[in-house]
């Protein structure tokens, strides 16, 4: 065993991990972040979330869950009801990103006014150069 | 001026600022907050740029560098050398999400080898299914 245990190796014995690069491809878009920032607090249900995430299809919604739960950010359960009932939580490890995330939908509310005056003093500008 | 002064109107009083999901979604990708970080600490140029963020093309840096530059979240600096030296540097506002974009990437590599894992897991459970 001079490898040692893959899962305890993590990434500077080289286990083959995911590239972070990736990863932050994964937690960083807008749907991650609102979905990751709904199911943090609480188990939440598909529809619910369709609620809450503003904007986002059903199909993107979909989309999204299944590669959350596929990285181990989120967990799906399935209550054995009729109909089934299914449900998503934010995983202990999303969970270390969820300040950071509010720190980011909170920034956005902010500085809304201060990005419409910055896009047309940009746009002003481009005017007089051409 | 029953409206008020639109600079200092802001989001509550309906300065009709972009909306705060739009904002979202030009900071939190994974090029815009590698390029911020990248730039937060001191004035950085294009080249340099082109090598710290890990993957980017030089289409989608100039691309990405113009929309960050146009919301005020990064300031371009032309130097009038021969031939003209351009910088960019995170604007004061932009420096608030600096901790949180940290977060973000540091989180991404901790995790690597655990999303690799449930990522094996999920497959495995997928195969059995099927």
Chains 1, 2 share one sequence.
């Not at 960083?28 to 503003?54: H, Y």
């Not at 869950?65 to 999303?94: C, F, H, N, S, W």
């Not at 969970?95 to 002003?124: I, K, P």
Request: with cysteine.
């Amino acid at each position: 065993m001079s490898q040692g245990n893959t899962a305890a190796a993590g990434i500077e014995q080289g286990a083959c991990p995911v590239p972070p690069r990736e990863i932050l491809d994964r937690i960083a878009g807008k749907w991650a972040i609102q979905i990751i920032i709904a199911s943090a607090t609480g188990p939440i249900r598909f529809t619910e979330l369709e609620r809450l995430v503003e904007g986002i299809s059903r199909r993107m919604l979909t989309l999204t869950l299944r590669t959350l739960e596929r990285d181990g950010i989120l967990e799906r359960t399935v209550y054995p009801t009729v109909p089934p009932k299914v449900e998503y939580q934010a995983t202990p490890m999303a969970l270390e990103l969820y300040e950071a995330m509010l720190t980011l939908t909170d920034w956005s509310r902010r500085h809304s006014a201060s990005v419409a005056r910055a896009r047309e003093r940009y746009d002003a500008r481009q005017t007089v150069a051409v």
